[in-house]
């Protein structure tokens, strides 16, 4: 069983940048692939960016790409996304996810375990 704690979350104007935290708890961290999802109001999980157990192997979303960096600690149980350059539409309720496999995968389903979202707003 893992439990995934997101931070980070807050308002920020357009243009700005905020780093999301997530952490897991657990011995076997870096045996799981983690990914960030987002929902919007009336929208449906959206797919954001995901990292392999060792994190050697990052994948991003086409919308978001070149806007954002994900990372991960190990030795800390801890995934990071940073978030630079914000947009309006990128207001959404953040989750963090562990998919129990090495490598990372994009759709929700793909994953085993979710935090409880942190909500990102950005104003204009």
């Known amino acids: 069983q893992v439990q995934l704690v997101e931070s980070g979350g807050g308002l920020v104007q357009a243009g700005g940048s905020l780093r999301l935290s997530c952490a897991a708890s657990g011995r076997t961290f870096n045996n799981y692939a983690m990914g960030w999802f987002r929902q919007a109001p009336g929208k449906e999980r959206e797919f954001v960016a995901a990292?392999?157990?060792?994190?050697?192997?990052?994948y991003y979303a086409d919308s978001v790409k070149g806007r954002l960096t994900i990372s991960r600690e190990n030795g800390k149980n801890t995934v990071y996304l940073q978030r630079n350059s914000l947009k309006p539409e990128d207001t959404a309720v953040y989750y963090c996810a562990a998919r129990d496999a090495y490598y990372y995968a994009a759709r929700p389903w793909n994953y085993d375990y979710w935090g409880q979202g942190t909500q990102v707003t950005v104003s204009s």
């Open positions: 990292t392999s157990g060792s994190g050697g192997s990052i």
